[in-house]
């Protein structure tokens, strides 16, 4: 169990200053990848069903306010649904480009000590 414990600390101190950063934006993407799994096979369902009922159980006066109300409903849905996609897609991103920064930091190490 301590070896690999050391061999880990000794990866991240192999691989210079980007790996604890790299590895903060992994977990801060599985954590908004879970949440977002979680909103749309538990939350969504629920909610979309309790908003089914709602309109079930309601008598239209004016159909064009009925309408209305079923479309700013529909939105309501629709906006909770795409949140945090917008921090999963530069999460995404910046992930590539930490590595990238991370291979270049190691080739100026090595070439420095020539």
Do not use: D
Not at 33 to 52: A, C, D, E, M, S
Not at 63 to 90: D, F, P
Request: with cysteine; proline share 4%; charged share 10%.
């Amino acid at each position: 169990m301590f070896e690999q414990v050391e061999l880990v600390l000794a990866f991240f101190q192999r691989g210079g200053p980007v790996i604890p950063v790299l590895l903060v934006v992994c977990f801060l993407l599985g954590f908004h990848i879970i949440g977002r799994y979680w909103f749309v096979n538990v939350q969504y369902p629920k909610l979309l069903q309790v908003q089914t009922q709602f309109f079930l159980t309601l008598k239209p006066v004016h159909h064009w306010a009925y309408e209305k109300m079923k479309l700013s409903a529909k939105g309501q849905l629709t906006i909770q649904l795409q949140e945090g996609v917008s921090e999963i897609h530069s999460l995404v991103r910046i992930a590539p480009l930490l590595g990238l920064l991370g291979t270049i930091l190691g080739m100026m190490q090595v070439f420095g000590s020539l």
